[in-house]
Structures are given as C-alpha cells and as structure tokens.
C-alpha cells in the first residue's frame, strides 16, 4: 500500500468521507439529469457513476462542486478514469470516422 495517495489508502467508511445519504441524493438527480456516459459518446451507453473529473482527495468545496462531476458508465469509470488518475496521461480513442477522439477530464 505504500506509495498511494493517502486518500487512496482512507478506511474510513464510504459515508464518513462524505459519500453518505446527502451524496447519494445529488448523485441519483445528476444521473437522471445526466443519463449517459461522457467518455462513450456519441455511443449511448447508460451512466451508472457520477466521477469528480478532479479528484476531490477531502476537499470539501471540490467535492460538492457540480461542475467538477461527470456521468461515466461503470467500465470507464474502473479502467480509462483511473488509468488517467494515475498516469496523468487518458487511453486513445478511436472514434468511428478513424480519428482519435479527445474524452472529457483527459
């Protein structure tokens, strides 16, 4: 474990880093505002995770900060968000014309 952020290695509960009932609220009405993945465009793929593009890592004012969320799906969300997260660097796209395909956050 050593070398993670320390926000990484946090054990406290999901609800205790603020990801309790108050979270759980603004997520359910991002997503319904907000229904399809941002990295999966212009595919239609159904947002399961509402991701700080910037990691909040316990600030407070980040956190909450709508502007700094997206709608991913649960795939992007596990692979090419933390790849990103911790490489600094987003995986290539390759969009249907051929061309690469910028994704948001990356």
């Known amino acids: 474990m050593t070398g993670l952020p320390s926000w990484r290695r946090d054990r406290r509960k999901t609800a205790e880093r603020g990801y309790g009932g108050r979270w759980q609220k603004e997520r359910q009405e991002y997503l319904r505002l907000h229904p399809l993945c941002g990295m999966c465009l212009p595919r239609a793929v159904q ?15 980040l956190f909450w900060d709508r ?40």
């Open 47 to 61: 947002a399961t995770v509402v991701d700080h593009k910037v990691p909040h890592r316990g600030d407070l004012a």
């Open 67 to 106: 502007s700094n969320w997206q709608s991913l799906c649960a795939n992007h969300h596990s692979s090419d968000k933390q790849m990103l997260e911790k490489s600094g660097r987003a995986r290539q796209t390759i969009g249907p014309d051929g061309e690469p395909v910028r994704v948001p956050g990356g």
